[in-house]
């Protein structure tokens, strides 16, 4: 059992049992680099501000960059009775260092250390997930573009609607990543301040320079009040609401993708690496990784609803309810990042049966909005029309026959409106090429989305690139 730093106020030893309950090193200790990189920082400020002197401060950064190698290879063993990282780093140092490694702690609470921590993995892993994004859309578009022809039922309510093309249909899912993408970056803003200094609450006696340590962080911003800084995690709320505004995108495709390969639609096909089998009928490639993608959705959007009850009826400030922020967070960010991986692997390879597709755009009266519209452009009004073109569909349902099928008499029996140019609008390739309203199906405004997507997507990748003047975790 471990002495502890408010021992001097105890005097009976921890329960074993509050010892085991209590630690989060299980989990935190994923934060190590952080912690040692803003205890670093910390260090030199009070150097520079001479509160602890130059020469205390050398030993004690020199000391944790050790035990950060160490970590790294593995020649650290992290201990329970130590609770979490912040502490076993320290009594590690002191263990290296002696006594002074106790004067790196001045000026300092694990309360505002341990949002530090967090907020400088997260907006690593959100710089990461924001690459992952640019990967996913550009995946998109390449797939969109080289198929850019291909013609595909649309659907409401999972019937039939009206064809359009499936590139137009991968480009939504892109414009889904794409604000995924803009949320991202918005909320990394807001990880992006600097909290120590706040201390346990109320700051600190010490005259410390806060931006100075930012400046070391490469912070852009500190944080404004103490009590704000050391309790509140809306930072982590929003990044897990963004995470899972994400997962539902992820989710819907990963749905499409579960109906479109199976044997009734065979839209597409998981490529055999992507998919597995079944134990027991030889037959069968099933789906996993649309399922497993579609059911992780379930995982992170709990832990969105986990983090909002921990924090709902917290008072100020620092609350130990806190600490429950952390698996519900490292799981979301493991879980979405693995999400966007495969999906950037598997779909380049997708399998698309492009007859499969036309075929099932081809029949089922999908074209009859146009011959409504149609009738609309000939002086009809478009209730009349609607009405009209339903009693055509039905009385072509009953002939077992497709719109374009009929011939012009058949027709004028419902309207005399009909002419025989009706028929070069009910063609599948002006169905869909006549849409030209903005963001509508036609294939020039498709190929107009994907440059602009294409040019956006390099400015994204050119942002990606390391780095714009931020300093990262310590070799
Ligand atoms: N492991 C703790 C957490 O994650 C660190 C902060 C502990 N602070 C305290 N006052 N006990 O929240």
């Known amino acids: 059992?471990?002495?502890?730093?408010?021992?001097?106020?105890?005097?009976?030893?921890?329960?074993?049992?509050?010892?085991?309950?209590?630690?989060?090193?299980?989990?935190?200790?994923?934060?190590?680099?952080?912690?040692?990189?803003?205890?670093?920082?910390?260090?030199?400020?009070?150097?520079?501000?001479?509160?602890?002197?130059?020469?205390?401060?050398?030993?004690?950064?020199?000391?944790l960059g050790r035990i950060a190698r160490d970590i790294e290879r593995g020649e650290f063993e992290l201990d329970e009775s130590f609770e979490d990282i912040h502490m076993n780093i320290e009594a590690r140092l002191t263990a290296e260092i002696g006594k002074v490694a106790q004067k790196l702690h001045t000026a300092r609470s694990r309360n505002d250390q341990v949002v530090l921590d967090v907020r400088m993995y997260l907006r690593d892993e959100v710089t990461r997930i924001l690459e992952g994004l640019t990967g996913l859309c550009q995946v998109l578009v390449d797939l969109a573009e080289s198929h850019v022809d291909v013609i595909m039922p649309g659907y409401t309510h999972l019937q039939p609607a009206q064809p359009v093309l499936f590139s137009h249909h991968l480009m939504a899912y892109y414009e889904m990543f794409k604000r995924d993408?803009?949320?991202?970056?918005?909320?990394?803003?807001?990880i992006n301040v600097m909290p120590l200094g706040s201390a346990a609450l109320a700051g600190t006696t010490y005259p410390i320079d806060v931006e100075h340590t930012a400046k070391l962080l490469a912070f852009p911003e500190?944080?404004?009040?103490?009590?704000?800084?050391?309790?509140?995690?809306?930072?982590?709320?929003?990044?897990?609401?963004?995470?899972?505004?994400?997962?539902?995108?992820?989710?819907?495709?990963s749905e499409e993708l579960v109906l479109w390969s199976s044997a009734e639609f065979g839209f597409v096909e998981i490529p055999d690496a992507f998919a597995t089998g079944s134990s027991i009928m030889p037959q069968k490639k099933n789906p996993d990784v649309?399922?497993?993608?579609?059911?992780?959705?379930?995982?992170?959007?709990?832990?969105?609803?986990?983090?909002l009850t921990v924090m709902k009826g917290l008072p100020l400030s620092y609350n130990r309810d806190m600490q429950e922020d952390k698996e519900p967070l490292f799981d979301t960010v493991d879980t979405l990042k693995g999400c966007i991986d495969v999906y950037a692997k598997l779909l380049p390879q997708l399998q698309v049966n492009r007859t499969a597709m036309q075929e099932a755009a081809s029949k089922g009266y999908l074209n009859a909005t146009d011959m409504a519209d149609y009738l609309v452009t000939k002086g009809t009004a478009f209730r009349d029309a609607h009405h009209c073109v339903g009693e055509v569909v039905r009385y072509a349902m009953d002939q077992n026959k497709e719109l374009q099928a009929?011939?012009?008499?058949?027709?004028?029996?419902?309207?005399?409106?009909?002419?025989?140019?009706?028929?070069?609008?009910?063609?599948?390739?002006?169905?869909?090429?006549?849409?030209?309203?903005?963001?509508?199906?036609a294939k020039k405004n498709v190929v107009a989305a994907i440059k602009e997507a294409k040019k956006t997507l390099k400015v994204e990748a050119a942002e990606n690139e390391p780095d714009e003047g931020k300093e990262n975790t310590p070799s």
């Open 1 to 63: 059992m471990s002495k502890k730093p408010w021992d001097g106020r105890f005097s009976e030893k921890t329960d074993r049992t509050v010892e085991s309950f209590t630690s989060s090193i299980a989990f935190d200790r994923r934060l190590y680099l952080y912690d040692i990189e803003g205890s670093i920082a910390h260090c030199r400020m009070l150097a520079e501000q001479s509160i602890i002197t130059q020469e205390d401060a050398s030993q004690i950064i020199e000391g």
């Open 181 to 190: 993408r803009a949320r991202f970056k918005g909320t990394l803003q807001r």
């Open 222 to 253: 500190v944080s404004a009040n103490s009590l704000d800084a050391v309790s509140s995690r809306d930072f982590i709320m929003e990044f897990l609401a963004t995470a899972s505004i994400c997962m539902v995108h992820m989710s819907r495709l």
């Open 290 to 307: 649309p399922e497993l993608v579609r059911g992780k959705a379930g995982r992170v959007f709990g832990n969105l609803i986990a983090l």
């Open 406 to 441: 009929l011939s012009l008499n058949e027709l004028k029996k419902f309207s005399q409106a009909f002419e025989k140019d009706v028929f070069e609008i009910l063609t599948i390739e002006q169905v869909i090429n006549r849409r030209v309203s903005a963001g509508g199906t």
